[in-house]
C-alpha cells in the first residue's frame, strides 16, 4: 500500500517541477503562463509588483570591484555603505536574506525619483512607488508610521519629486538602526572582507 501510495506523488513531481523551473525567473522576463502552479493569482500579482519596481530601478547597480579598504569603511558609518554602489548591492544582499529587501528598492526607488524632472513622469513614477511600497494591500509594503502615511496621501494629490522624502529617510533610519548592526555581523560582510584582505595580501 505505501508503494501505491507513493506512486501518484512521484507522478505528479515531474509536472509540478516543470512550471516551477519554467516560471522561477530572477529576471522577472519569462512570458510563459504555467497554469498548474498553486496559487496562481498570488503568483501573478507578485511578479506584476516585481516587473513594476524593476521599472523604476536598476535590478543591479553597475560598481567596480570594491577594494578592501572601501569594504572597512562600510563599518565605520551608515551613511558611508549606503554612498557606495557596491556597497549598496552587498547590503540588498544581505536585507534578501532577512526578506527586508523592500527597504532598500522603497529607497532606491526615492532616489530615482528625486533626479526626474518630467512632471509626467513624476507622477507615474510616484504612482508606482506607492502601489508597490506605500499601499497596504502591496506585498512590498514597507513600515510607516500613520502620520508619514498622511502626509505621502495628501501628496500624491499632486506629486512632487519629494513626496516620499518623509517616509525614505523614516526607512533609511530603520535600515541603519535594525539592519546595519547585525549586516556588520553577518557572514556575507565577514566574508566578503577577508576575501578582500586575502587577495591585497597575495599581490
Request: charged share 30%.
Amino acid at each position: 500500500m505505501a508503494r501505491n501510495e507513493s506512486s501518484p506523488n512521484r507522478a505528479q513531481q515531474p509536472g509540478n517541477q516543470r512550471p516551477n523551473t519554467c516560471c522561477f525567473c530572477w529576471c522577472c522576463c519569462c512570458s510563459c503562463s504555467c497554469l498548474t502552479v498553486r496559487n496562481e493569482d498570488e503568483n501573478r500579482t507578485r511578479r506584476k509588483s516585481q516587473e513594476t519596481k524593476l521599472e523604476t530601478i536598476p535590478n543591479c547597480e553597475a560598481f567596480t570591484k570594491p577594494t578592501t579598504e572601501e569594504m572597512r569603511m562600510w563599518a565605520q558609518s551608515f551613511d558611508k555603505l549606503m554612498k557606495n554602489p557596491a556597497g549598496r548591492n552587498v547590503f540588498r544582499e544581505f536585507l534578501r536574506t532577512e526578506y527586508s529587501e523592500e527597504n532598500m528598492l522603497f529607497w532606491l526607488a526615492c532616489e530615482d525619483l528625486k533626479k526626474e524632472i518630467n512632471k509626467a513622469v513624476i507622477e507615474e513614477k510616484a504612482r508606482m512607488i506607492y502601489e508597490d511600497y506605500i499601499s497596504i494591500l502591496s506585498p512590498k509594503e514597507v513600515s510607516l508610521d500613520s502620520r508619514v502615511r498622511e502626509v505621502i496621501n495628501r501628496k500624491m494629490l499632486d506629486p512632487t519629486s519629494h513626496t516620499f522624502e518623509d517616509a525614505q529617510l523614516q526607512i533609511y533610519t530603520l535600515m541603519h538602526r535594525d539592519s546595519y548592526p547585525r549586516f556588520l555581523n553577518s557572514t556575507i560582510y565577514k566574508s566578503l572582507l577577508q576575501s578582500g584582505s586575502r587577495s591585497s595580501s597575495e599581490s
